[in-house]
Nanobody
Framework: QVQLEESGGGSVQAGGSLRLSCAAS????????MGWFRQPPGKERELVTA????????RHADSVKRRFTVSRDKAKNTMYLQKNTLKPEKTAVYYC???????????????????WGQGTQVIVSS
């Protein structure tokens, strides 16, 4: 069992910065890929970016611009998401996810991931 918990969400003024953290606990050694998903109001959850745990290789989903920065701290079992100059279109619930299979790094479907955080709301106001 792996537990994931996001933090850092809340209300942000347009032009501000987003800094989210995802703390992993439990059987974290079984995690080989992690990703950030988002769910805008009234839409399906979608992949934003993913990272491999061992090497820290990153990618973005083809459907999003590559303006997010994802990183991880192996010693702290924590993944981060950062973006500056936020726009209202980025308003969404952001989810942290972890996958046992490293190949999930190349997938966009949320079914490719095994563990999920509860999500953190990010509201970007104009």
């Amino acid at each position: 069992q792996v537990q994931l918990e996001e933090s850092g969400g809340g209300s942000v003024q347009a032009g501000g910065s987003l800094r989210l953290s995802c703390a992993a606990s439990g059987r974290t050694f079984s995690t080989n890929a992690m990703g950030w998903f988002r769910q805008p109001p009234g839409k399906e959850r979608e992949l934003v970016t993913a990272i491999t745990w061992s090497w820290g290789i990153t990618r973005h989903a083809d459907s999003v611009k590559r303006r997010f920065t994802v990183s991880r701290d192996k010693a702290k079992n924590t993944m981060y998401l950062q973006k500056n100059t936020l726009k209202p279109e980025k308003t969404a619930v952001y989810y942290c996810a972890a996958a046992v299979y490293e190949g999930s790094y190349y997938r966009t479907a949320d079914t490719s991931y095994d563990y999920w955080g509860q999500g953190t709301q990010v509201i970007v106001s104009s």
